[in-house]
Nanobody, 129 residues
Framework: QVQLVESGGGLVQDGGSLRLSCAASGRTFSRYAMGWFRQAPGKEREFVATIIWSGGDIYYADSVKGRFTISGDNAKTTVYLQMTSLKPEDTAVYYC??????????????????????WGQGTQVTVSS
């Protein structure tokens, strides 16, 4: 099985920081992009950030821009999400996703869940009010 393994979630106070990590089983399986999504109870899963390996293009949702930073390791099989200035509204299950196939090209790509092939199990992030 191809797996994405997530870690780093937890409980943090309002204004605090957390770093999430996600490791893919192999670079082939996420060779185009890796990204982060989140889902709060009763809400649809929403895009958070993505990194496109070719060229290193990075995109963020407006709601996290300036507060979250996505990065990858040298092997391009692991992504991190450094979250700062966390707010209670950031509370959600955060999912890592990998794109093994070319589903989209150009600006705006890899912002939708159907553009990814593999998903992690999710890690809970809770920000106290």
């Amino acid at each position: 099985q191809v797996q994405l393994v997530e870690s780093g979630g937890g409980l943090v106070q309002d204004g605090g920081s957390l770093r999430l990590s996600c490791a893919a089983s192999g670079r082939t399986f996420s060779r185009y992009a890796m990204g982060w999504f989140r889902q709060a109870p009763g809400k649809e899963r929403e895009f958070v950030a993505t990194i496109i390996w070719s060229g290193g293009d990075i995109y963020y949702a407006d709601s996290v821009k300036g507060r979250f930073t996505i990065s990858g390791d040298n092997a391009k099989t692991t992504v991190y999400l450094q979250m700062t200035s966390l707010k209670p509204e950031d509370t959600a299950v955060y999912y890592c996703a990998g794109a093994a196939d070319l589903h989209c090209q150009g600006y705006g790509c890899y912002r939708q869940d159907h553009e990814y092939d593999y998903w992690g199990q999710g890690t809970q992030v809770t920000v106290s009010s």
